[in-house]
């Protein structure tokens, strides 16, 4: 069902002013109101109505009304006769358009290419950003067919030169690398087709991919993770060296809008492995590769950060949940009237202070066993209850979680942009260095190691950091120091004061948006055409604006003639406000909002 058209918006956009009245003199009849309809009608479209269906019955009883003419005679109206050809000249050279040439498409269609497809590959706010250059460019839009072949022209010529630019940045090792993952990749994962090619590439260190034969590294990369567990570290860490292990150029896709990446990636995503064979040209099935392993390794690299949050989590939580089982359990009952306790024993100290403590203070607090009660309640809540705790997160890393932990440790790189977290980075790299230089069973830190501790090691794990060894000196334990060192890390990946090298949701906080080749540039849409319109006038002064639709929302709100639909500009108060008028030269004078009962000005411009 059409919407209805209030009155503001007939005054805004159908009412005839000044030169317009002046083109329909000499016109009658069907003639006259089919003009005037047709030239407001491109004035706010850009192009003249296809049919009767186009134009608002309230739009033209407001027209009729305003040429002398019946509605009903639009009717009479020719559209497609030499009449309708002379009426379509007129408005044309009337507001200084031309039609869309051959010549003019083909510029339109380089334009489109190189300026929106690039980095936007939605056929409709394509079709809006050729809109509004045609509407710039003051050429009338063409029809709407024509206007689909164009942006299909354009969509197709784009994808050819990015294909082709990120294609010849591949080396002929990097694309054989990445045939050797779906040569062999059957499109069931669960039925081997056959023995992948010879020469698969191992994991980015130079060992073995691991459990999954090279026939199925593809279906490995595409697969989602599963639960956090030490399988699901180990499975993750792998998928990240097989994508690096294929060594992709830095930078390959730098320059190419996020938007198209994504868009490469989901057509890969939903390919089978045939597809990807048999179905592409070489340039784009090596473009579309590069764009999902690409998209993959940020992927994978968030899903590390986040496994490793959860990993730490889920000992926390268990540690929790044991110790205080523990502890509840230990406790007999909650011993009440402490204070009456101490005052009894106080008393009773006092009264006899060189007797013994069996015969003066034990009766004095009501048994050892009421005694014995305090002590559980008190280590129950104090520092004892936290270092129980402490132990079994100690006990539960170092018998289970410790190996998927350290090998994610192991994949990613950490950065901070506050020198203040470096203590934590220099001891992430001491656990990388003594993972490769020593084995598991090494106890202790070296002596005359620099260990950080201070604002790394929580201080519950102070304590039970250092240990005695056989010789009786005080040495720091590997585990327990581990243990800090990953809660603490935890901590500062959640806050955003350590990030990770590569990942997408935890990359740099201070880049709030992935690099594009160029700014994506102002645009014109619905939402920005909605929320800003145009000033709302009085019904005595209607009038054409001079100027189109602003190119962006920052030019909407900064440009005086535009208000919100309130009738209030952003960021100003609501309180009558002078603003220059856009034709001062005419009128020499200035104007006030609509609404605030200022004489309005009547330039030709305004």
């Not at 180990?234 to 292990?245: G, P, Q, V």
């Amino acid at each position: 069902m059409a919407r209805v058209l209030d009155e503001d918006e007939l005054i805004e956009h159908w009412t005839l002013v000044g030169d317009e009245l002046d083109l329909l003199t000499g016109r009658t009849g069907p003639s006259r109101l089919g003009l005037a309809l047709w030239l407001k009608f491109f004035i706010m479209k850009g192009c003249f109505p296809a049919g009767r269906s186009e134009l608002p019955d309230e739009a033209v009883g407001w027209v009729a009304s305003q040429v002398k003419v019946s509605a009903s005679d639009l009717g009479l109206f020719d559209w497609e006769g030499r009449t309708a050809e002379r009426a379509r000249k007129t408005v044309r050279t009337f507001l200084g358009f031309r039609e869309c040439s051959v010549a003019d498409a083909e510029k339109l269609i380089r334009w489109l290419a190189g300026e929106v497809c690039s980095r936007e590959r939605h056929v409709q706010r394509v079709r809006e950003a050729l809109l509004a250059r045609l509407r710039e460019e003051q050429i009338e839009q063409p029809s709407r067919i024509r206007l689909g072949r164009m942006i299909g022209s354009a969509l197709r010529q784009s994808e050819e030169t990015l294909t082709a630019k990120v294609s010849s940045r591949l080396h002929d090792e990097v694309t054989a690398r990445m045939w050797s993952m779906i040569a062999a990749a059957g499109d069931d994962p669960g039925v081997p087709p056959g023995e992948g090619p010879d020469g698969w590439l191992g994991a980015a260190d130079g060992s073995d991919p691991g459990e999954v034969p090279g026939p199925e590294v593809w279906a490995a990369i595409r697969s989602d993770p599963g639960n956090v567990s030490l399988y699901t570290c180990k499975s993750e860490r792998r998928k990240l060296d097989w994508i690096r292990a294929v060594r992709l150029p830095s930078g390959v896709l730098a320059d190419i809008a996020p938007k198209i990446v994504a868009g490469w990636r989901a057509r890969v995503a939903v390919e089978s492995p045939s597809h990807l064979r048999n179905d592409h040209p070489g340039e784009v099935r090596w473009t579309l590769m590069a764009a999902y392993l690409h998209c993959r390794e940020r992927e994978i690299t968030d899903g590390l950060v986040e496994l490793l949050i959860a990993t730490v989590h889920r000992i926390n939580a268990r540690a929790e949940t044991r110790t205080r089982e523990q502890f509840v359990s230990d406790i007999a009952k909650k011993v009440t009237g402490k204070e009456n306790i101490l005052f009894s024993i106080a008393a009773a100290a006092a009264g006899k202070p060189h007797g013994i403590v069996e015969e003066v203070v034990y009766p004095a607090a009501g048994g050892l066993e009421v005694l014995l009660d305090l002590v559980r309640e008190f280590e129950s809540k104090g520092p004892t209850y936290r270092q129980a705790r402490q132990r079994s997160f100690k006990a539960s890393y170092t018998n289970h979680y410790r190996a998927g932990l350290i090998q994610i440790l192991e994949a990613l790189e950490f950065r901070s942009n506050n020198m203040v977290h470096r203590p934590v980075l220099e001891a992430l790299e001491l656990i990388k260095r003594y993972k490769a230089e020593h084995s598991s069973a090494t106890l202790y830190y070296a002596r005359g190691e620099h260990v950080p501790v201070d604002g790394v090691i929580p201080r519950d794990l102070a304590d039970l950091l250092y240990k005695t060894d056989k010789r009786g000196r005080r040495r720091v334990q590997r585990t327990v120091y581990e243990c800090g060192v990953f809660q603490t890390l935890r901590d500062k990946l959640r806050c955003k004061e350590i990030w990770v090298v590569g990942a997408d949701k935890w990359r740099n906080p201070t880049r709030t948006s992935r690099p594009t080749s160029r700014s994506a540039g102002p645009r014109t849409t619905r939402s920005c055409a909605s929320r800003w319109t145009r000033r709302r006038s009085p019904p005595g002064c209607a009038r054409r604006w001079p100027k189109p639709w602003p190119t962006s929302t920052t030019t909407c709100r900064s440009w005086t003639g535009w208000t919100s639909g309130n009738g209030r500009r952003p960021g100003r108060s609501s309180s009558p406000t002078w603003t220059p008028c856009p034709g001062r030269a005419t009128c020499g004078g200035s104007r006030r909002r609509s609404g605030t009962g200022g004489a309005p000005c009547r330039c030709s411009t305004c």
